[in-house]
């Protein structure tokens, strides 16, 4: 069994920033690859970025150069820093490791 808690969502103004957390407990390998998603209602999931445990990175085109992903792998964290943000990322953001999924946090930005 494995537990994904995000963190760090909210209500932000166009232009302005968040940083998103996720705390993984349970039976996670260390080498597992994280990710976030987000999910916009009526539309598909949709990767955000990825993050090898050995801290190699790959993002959605259109979000390159906005969006941040890190990691603490001694605390089974994952990190999501979002920059400039715009009111289309509006969107329930999920951490995933493993095939197990987060509960999602709410990012609403506002124009």
């Known amino acids: 069994q494995v537990q994904l808690v995000e963190s760090g969502g909210g209500l932000v103004q166009a232009g302005g920033s968040l940083k998103l957390s996720c705390a993984a407990s349970?039976?996670?390998?260390?080498?597992?690859?994280m990710a976030w998603y987000r999910e916009v209602p009526g539309k598909q999931r949709k990767l955000v970025a990825t993050?090898?445990?050995?801290?190699?990175?790959d993002y959605n085109e259109s979000l390159k150069g906005r969006f941040t992903i890190s990691r603490d792998n001694a605390k089974n964290m994952v990190y999501l820093q979002m920059n400039n943000l715009k009111p289309e990322d509006t969107a329930v953001y999920y951490c995933?490791?493993?095939?197990?999924w987060g509960q999602g946090t709410q990012v609403t930005v506002s124009s």
């Open positions: 995933y490791v493993a095939g197990w």
């Open positions: 349970g039976s996670i390998s260390s080498g597992a690859a």
């Open positions: 993050i090898t445990s050995r801290g190699y990175t």
